[in-house]
């Protein structure tokens, strides 16, 4: 699982969902907190 920051999120969008394109999760942090996961919908349990 990877982790990004708000302010990488704003300034490297595309790197960030190129991550989740290839699989990968990642955990959305603003001041130190996880306030997200952003994943590929066919990663998760539920989902096909």
């Known amino acids: 699982m990877k ?3 708000v302010r990488e999120l704003r300034h490297a ?10 699989g990968e ?3 959305i ?3 130190g907190k996880v306030i997200a ?3 590929h919908p ?4 539920h989902c096909g």
């Open 13 to 22: 969008f595309g790197r960030v969902m190129e991550w989740v394109a290839e």
């Open 37 to 39: 996961l952003r994943s």
């Open 25 to 27: 999760q990642v955990q």
């Open 29 to 31: 942090v603003k001041r």
């Open 3 to 5: 982790t990004a920051n």
């Open 42 to 45: 066919w990663t998760l349990p």
